[in-house]
């Protein structure tokens, strides 16, 4: 069953950041994390929450109600994880129940896309990723 955003409100925000701090450890740098806020009214109200449980290493993107939803252009629902490579292309979508922290399937998937060249000759030198984390009500269709 889906997880409702707001019961796992203060564990998901504490586990990325421990997850983040863990990959920098072990030498992932250059990582970009973004969390999107569903447009809702509800997820509107409870942004300032969500800003002030996560890190400065982590940004928190709120959807503005007259622009085109994140979800439905990049395909995603609530929780899901987008992981692109350096380049910009997107290496995993991982969905419920891959997506939970709890789980190793993050970890591993951003350690694929940030070690493994996939695009063939590569011009970077830094290593870097983009996770983007889906976040908010359900979608439904």
Do not use: M
Not at 59 to 67: C, L, P, S
Not at 124 to 135: D, E, G, Q
Request: with cysteine; hydrophobic share 35%.
């Amino acid at each position: 069953l889906p997880v409702d955003l707001w019961s796992s409100f203060f564990t998901f925000p504490s586990r990325l950041e421990d997850l983040r701090v863990k990959l920098e450890n072990e030498g992932l740098v250059n990582i970009s994390y973004v969390v999107v806020n569903h447009q809702s009214p509800h997820s509107q109200k409870k942004f300032h929450l969500l800003q002030e449980s996560v890190s400065d290493h982590i940004t928190v993107y709120q959807q503005d109600d007259h622009q085109a939803d994140v979800w439905t252009t990049l395909n995603g629902n609530k929780d899901d994880f987008l992981i692109y490579d350096r380049c910009g292309r997107l290496v995993y979508h991982l969905g419920l129940p891959y997506s939970f922290l709890s789980f190793r399937y993050v970890e591993e998937a951003i350690k694929i896309a940030y070690c493994e060249n996939k695009c063939g000759n590569c011009s970077y030198t830094v290593f870097s990723c983009f996770i983007l984390y889906i976040l908010g009500k359900k979608k439904t269709t």
